[in-house]
């Protein structure tokens, strides 16, 4: 079921002020959501508006499905309005949106009962060893198509954890505050990662070439 926008949240024309304070730019995530949690409601549209590609981009990759992607990144800023109360002083705020996405997603896979695919082979530089990624190699469309095949393949858990860290920029630590489990406990898994994807790319190659 489609949802109203989310900017809907914003304050109507006759209530809101001319014009944003100027300091809005400067304002952190932390200092805007702690506004919301406080009752100025109209802040959301301010995260909303930092945050509603990334969290379009975190979605597409896991569901492979555009428009469903969008109706959940306005579920997940419907339940940041509805348990503004719950967030805390302590940690980055985008951890705690990322928490609600990734629990957004698993109720849309839960009702859904499909696999998600994603649509993009991303950019994974991280070396855990001394073998390069295999998209660094993926320099036609030919590449970036088996690319895609090979994510498709990868093991929701671990392509998770490769989204979270390359496509959505959070660090170990963040990552690991999100999955609940230790920062090496990450990078171990961020290591299984790549190299899954690895054997997977060059195993996909290796069928065409036969």
């Not at 489990?181 to 299984?192: D, I, L, P, Q, W």
Request: hydrophobic letters at 40%.
């Amino acid at each position: 079921m489609f949802l109203a926008p989310v900017t809907q949240f914003r304050v109507s024309s006759a209530e809101a002020p001319a014009s944003l304070p100027a300091t809005v730019d400067a304002d952190s995530d932390h200092e805007l959501m702690l506004a919301v949690r406080a009752g100025e409601i109209r802040r959301l549209g301010d995260l909303f508006e930092r945050y509603h590609k990334p969290l379009y981009g975190f979605f597409v990759r896991l569901t492979n499905q555009p428009s469903a992607s969008e109706d959940l990144v306005q579920i997940v800023f419907y339940r940041i309005l509805k348990y503004r109360h719950t967030y805390r002083d302590e940690g980055k705020f985008s951890a705690w949106i990322y928490h609600l996405a990734r629990k957004v997603s698993a109720d849309h896979f839960r009702k859904s009962a499909r696999t998600p695919t994603p649509t993009d082979p991303a950019d994974f530089n991280e070396q855990p060893d001394q073998e390069p990624a295999p998209d660094a190699q993926a320099g036609t469309a030919d590449d970036l198509e088996l690319m895609r095949r090979a994510l498709a393949r990868v093991t929701h858990d671990h392509r998770e954890v490769l989204v979270l860290a390359r496509l959505q920029h959070l660090n170990h630590q963040e990552i690991a505050r999100l999955l609940d489990c230790s920062v090496g406990a990450v990078k171990v898994r961020a290591h299984r990662a790549l190299k899954e994807l690895r054997e997977v790319y060059f195993k996909i190659r290796k069928e065409q070439a036969a």
